[in-house]
């Protein structure tokens, strides 16, 4: 069963350095997400990215944060200046069209900001 | 502004018991409502979904329930294995945004099965 792949699973940095989460969305899906979760609280949107843009983004995904699918394959979240605050699971999540709408959520990369 | 959210926090009930979980949401424009179940370390994963032009509608074990009317959505867990025992997620996709698919999700329920 296709599945949406995250690396890496854990990642420690320091604070305001550059990470960059990488997911390998379901292949022929057309819809990605990404969302974040703070360790015991719920599941936040942070942006959806459709044809090659972004189509809608949080108040949470601001200046520092970023979006990109650099090879068709990949879909990639940076965040250029880590606060102690980003530290969090992020989930990337696929979507097939516009008439489907389950996401298919990966593993979740654990961020720490130290 | 819109949100969704949970009665009760955590749910312990026996195993083989039937196990309902409660939602309550505030934008009554939401269009798709999903249920998801997150085991520890893992992403959630998805159970059932609903349309907003469905009051019910069946799984294997799960059954989803909208109210409209009061705004309320629930998960209801036939025979409860020690396996279902996970934290379980309402989320709502709002028909502005039905076109993109931004997800606002509940505050979780943390479902725990004795044996």
């Known amino acids: 069963e296709p599945e949406v792949t995250q690396t890496p699973s854990h990642q420690v940095t320091q604070m305001g350095q550059e990470v960059i989460l990488r997911c390998v969305p379901i292949?022929?899906?057309?819809?990605f997400y990404w969302y974040r979760q703070i360790l015991g609280q719920k599941v936040e949107f942070l942006v959806s990215?459709?044809?090659?843009?972004?189509?809608?983004k949080s108040e949470i995904f601001d200046d520092q944060f970023s979006v990109e699918r650099p090879d068709g394959s990949n879909f990639t979240l940076k965040i250029r200046s880590t606060k102690l605050e980003d530290s969090a699971m992020y989930f990337c999540a696929s979507r097939g069209t516009s008439q489907s709408y389950e996401q298919y959520f990966g593993p979740g990369t654990r961020l720490t900001v130290t | 502004g819109e949100s969704v959210g949970l009665h009760l926090p955590t749910l312990s009930v026996q195993e083989g018991d039937n196990s309902i979980i409660n939602c309550a949401y505030s934008n009554s424009a939401s269009d798709y409502f999903i249920w998801y179940k997150q085991e520890s370390g893992k992403g959630p994963q998805f159970i059932i979904d609903?349309?907003?032009?469905?009051d019910k509608r069946q799984g294997q074990r799960v059954t989803v329930l909208l109210n409209k009317t009061v705004k309320h959505l629930s998960l209801q867990i036939a025979a409860t294995q020690p396996g279902d025992s996970a934290v379980y997620f309402c989320a709502e996709m709002g028909a502005g945004g039905t076109s993109y698919g931004k997800l606002t999700f509940g505050q979780g329920t943390i479902l725990t099965v004795h044996p």
């Open positions: 292949s022929n899906h057309l819809y």
């Open positions: 990215f459709y044809n090659n843009e972004i189509s809608e």
């Open positions: 609903i349309r907003s032009n469905m």
